[in-house]
């Protein structure tokens, strides 16, 4: 099944289900001067197409904040606002958030539940314990399921995580389009639980073999996350909200693992944006986010001496780093090891008379400062064959003397 691609405008994939209470038999209505007409209603919803604020649309219609957030809600009008945050909107987002869903607010302050969130950690709001569960999110997760739509995106939508999406799914009794047949709900809640946690799909098979789950091939359990949703992005337009947030999170050096659960993005959603928005020079740490101690002006000198003069292992072992760390390093600071530097004409020199004169591809190797196996395959792709040879102590200088 073709997963369903929710863009912007899309902030709903059902209405939520009834039963709705039976409208009284119709009599003659008292006369009420605040009573919505079909006009003014259609008014409203012309302005909230536009993406008015509410505070404007009160003003324009001559009604109250209040009457106006309560006749949306009746409308059943969703959106994915581009406006700006007012002072109101902030207030109210602060007296709210934690304590009710998060569904709830966006539809009240017509927004998506993504901005909401962006907007939450903005502010510095925490969550408290989940709230309810509406009959809305209800719909939008029954539907979602039945439809193959990625938890990726439901959780988007209605602003959940997935480990809320599995619990709600398992004690509502349903179970996803593209859920594995021979997967359980019980290891299907905890894989996304670990995959959203950040552990690596080798480390989640371990985990969940020693919690007494079956054992999954890497390849078909990566197959079988992916085809849930996990992990995928869907194109979403990048809001102001958002930008805000990513930018905040470079310019303190906070970690991005929340910002990739509440925003709906992957990590390389997070890296391209930043990577548009030109955030690298904005972020705290001068390495950006690469885990580990700064580089010192004395490390990078001795680097600078003795990359691709001592071995990598042993200078990283001696300099309390990693491999990896010393070669990025070296990488930025442009240098090139002496292991794979080109071979001058002296040494290519050298290389014929030691070939002539019975030396030894390891005592070349020796006086040339260069490993055997980069000599040897040097000398093969020159047509030397060196085969077997009795070792002894030579020089540079002393091969090419004896030419």
């Not at 904040?65 to 409308?75: M, P, Q, V, Y």
């Not at 390389?268 to 740490?285: F, K, Q, T, V, W």
Request: positive net charge.
């Amino acid at each position: 099944m073709t997963p369903l691609d929710l863009d912007a405008n899309v902030v709903e994939l059902a209405p939520a289900p009834g039963p709705f209470p039976q409208p009284p038999p119709l009599r003659e209505m008292a006369y009420r001067a605040d009573a919505w007409t079909p006009a003014e209603s259609e008014r409203l919803r012309a302005l909230f197409l536009e993406d008015i604020s509410i505070g404007d649309m009160a003003l324009t219609l001559g009604r109250g904040r209040g009457a106006i957030s309560e006749r949306i809600a009746l409308l059943g009008l969703r959106r994915n606002s581009t406006r700006s945050w007012t002072e109101f909107d902030d207030a109210e987002l602060t007296r709210r958030y934690g304590t009710e869903p998060t569904a709830t607010i966006a539809s009240d302050l017509a927004r998506s539940c993504s901005a909401v969130y962006a907007r939450a950690r903005l502010l510095d709001l925490t969550e408290g314990n989940p709230p309810e569960w509406t009959p809305w999110e209800d719909a939008q997760l029954t539907e979602g399921y039945r439809r193959g739509v990625p938890l990726a995106q439901i959780a988007t939508l209605i602003g959940r995580p997935f480990g809320g999406l599995s619990s709600r799914a398992g004690y509502l009794g349903i179970v996803h389009a593209n859920h594995p047949p021979d997967w359980t709900e019980q290891e299907t809640a905890r894989a996304l639980e670990l995959a959203e946690a950040g552990h690596r799909y080798t480390a989640i098979v371990a985990m969940l073999v020693g919690e007494g789950f079956p054992h999954r091939t890497i390849r078909g359990f990566g197959l079988a996350i992916r085809k849930l949703g996990y992990g995928r992005g869907w194109g979403r337009a990048w809001t102001p909200e958002e930008d805000a947030f990513l930018g905040k999170a470079y310019t303190e050096g906070t970690s991005l693992t929340p910002l990739r659960r509440q925003l709906g993005r992957t990590a390389g959603s997070l890296r391209h944006r930043a990577e548009y928005l030109g955030l690298r020079g904005l972020h705290a740490n001068r390495n950006g986010w690469r885990i580990g101690p700064d580089w010192t002006e004395a490390e990078e000198a001795r680097l600078r001496a003795d990359y691709g003069r001592v071995a990598t292992k042993t200078l990283a072992a001696s300099m309390g780093r990693t491999k990896a760390s010393i070669t990025t390093r070296a990488n930025v600071l442009g240098l090139v090891h002496g292991y794979i530097r080109p071979f001058s004409d002296d040494e290519t020199r050298a290389l014929e008379i030691a070939f002539r004169t019975g030396v030894s591809i390891a005592d070349l190797a020796l006086a040339l400062d260069r490993k055997a196996m980069s000599v040897s395959k040097y000398a093969t792709n020159h047509g030397y064959q060196f085969g077997r040879r009795p070792r002894r102590a030579v020089t540079l200088e002393g091969l090419l003397a004896a030419a």
